[in-house]
C-alpha cells in the first residue's frame, strides 16, 4: 500500500479546501449584503416615521393630545421593530443553514476518504494487527456516530430557538393589536 501523498492528492485537497473557503466568504459577504440592506431600508422607514411623528408634534395644543400623538407614533414603531428582529434573525438562521450544509458536505468527504484509508490499511496491515485495525474502525465509527448525535441536538436547538422567536414575536405583535388605539384628536392648524 503506497501510504505517501501524492502530489496531486495534495493539490486537490488544497484546491477542495480554498474551493470551500471562498464558497463561506461568499455567502458571509451575502449574509452582509442583506443586513445592510434591511439596515437602510430601516433607516430610512425610521426617518419618514420620525419627521411625520414631529410634525404632529408641532401641531399638539394640550396635554392629553401631546399624549395621543405620542402613543399612535409608537404603536407603529413597536410593529416595526418586532419585524425588523424577525428579519435579522431570519438573516443570521439561513447563513447558518448555509454554512451548516457546506460543513456537512465536506464532512462526508473526509469520512468517505478516511474509511478508504482505514479499509487499505486493514487490508496492508500486518498479521497479528487485526486487534488494532478493529479498534481503528471502532474508533472512526465512534466518532461519526457522536459527529451525527451532535448534529441532531444542534438542529434541535435551532428549531427550539426558531419557535421560540416565532413565539416572542407573535406575543409581541399581539400585544401592539391590543394596546389601546387613541384618536389623537389632531386639529389641522388651519
Known amino acids: 500500500m503506497n501510504q505517501n501523498v501524492t502530489p496531486e492528492q495534495f493539490m486537490n485537497s488544497i484546491k477542495q479546501t480554498q474551493s470551500a473557503m471562498v464558497d463561506m466568504v461568499a455567502k458571509s459577504i451575502e449574509c452582509m449584503e442583506k443586513h445592510l440592506d434591511l439596515n437602510l431600508k430601516a433607516a430610512k422607514a425610521n426617518l419618514a416615521d420620525a419627521t411625520e411623528a414631529s410634525g404632529q ?63 487499505e490499511m486493514a487490508k496492508a496491515a500486518p498479521a497479528g494487527s487485526e486487534g488494532m485495525v478493529a479498534m481503528v474502525k471502532s474508533a472512526f465509527a465512534a466518532s461519526n456516530s457522536a459527529f451525527d448525535a451532535i448534529n441532531k441536538a444542534a438542529k434541535q436547538v435551532v428549531e427550539m430557538v426558531e419557535h421560540n422567536v416565532e413565539a416572542a414575536a407573535k406575543a409581541g405583535e399581539a400585544a401592539i393589536a391590543s394596546a389601546p388605539k387613541t384618536s389623537g384628536r389632531r386639529k389641522s392648524a388651519e
Open 57 to 119: 408634534l408641532m401641531n399638539v395644543k394640550d396635554i392629553p393630545e401631546f399624549y395621543a400623538t405620542v402613543q399612535s407614533a409608537s404603536q407603529p414603531a413597536l410593529a416595526k421593530a418586532t419585524s425588523y428582529g424577525r428579519n435579522v434573525y431570519s438573516i443570521n438562521a439561513e447563513t447558518a443553514a448555509e454554512f451548516a450544509k457546506m460543513v456537512e458536505a465536506r464532512m462526508e468527504e473526509v469520512n468517505k476518504a478516511m474509511a478508504t484509508s482505514i479499509n
